[in-house]
């Protein structure tokens, strides 16, 4: 009788040995599965990492070429360009207008004085404007 129950007992250590087994073979086949995924991560990683480099200088080759040659100047610009049109423009109307205020009253210098007076402090007054607003 005594070897019936140690043997009921060594039967149950095998059963829970082969449970034990065969969770260690699901963990193990898992894990080999699991690490075919990450190795595929890590070289997807690196693809990335390397287009990454890649793009990265072609986007500093293209954001160059253009300094190749020499420096851009300030007066290259298109808004500056405007500005000084006009600022030319309004000292060609302002000298007509002091000539005009000269000879409309009579040769009056004083006449004349006012007049560019006037056409200096609307100029300042443009200016003002204009820093303000840009």
């Known amino acids: 009788m005594a070897g019936v129950v140690i043997q009921g007992n060594i039967q149950d250590i095998r059963t829970k ?26 070289v997807d990683l690196q693809k990335i990492k390397k287009d990454i480099q890649i ?6 080759e293209e954001k160059f070429p253009y300094q ?12 500056e360009f405007v500005l000084l049109f006009f600022y030319i423009s309004f000292l060609i109307f302002s000298i007509a207008v002091t000539i005009f205020a000269f000879l409309h009253y009579g040769q009056s210098y004083t006449a004349a004085f006012n ?14 404007i204009l820093m303000r607003v840009a």
Not at 115 to 128: D, F, H, M, P, R
């Open 115 to 128: 007049a560019l007076i006037l056409c200096i402090v609307v100029g300042l007054a443009i200016t003002a």
């Open 68 to 79: 190749r040659t020499a420096p851009k100047k300030r007066r290259q610009t298109l808004q």
């Open 55 to 60: 793009y990265n200088a072609k986007f500093e």
């Open 17 to 42: 040995l082969d449970m034990v087994e065969g969770k260690i073979r699901e963990a193990y086949a898992d894990d080999i599965s699991n690490s075919d995924a990450v190795i595929q991560q890590e």
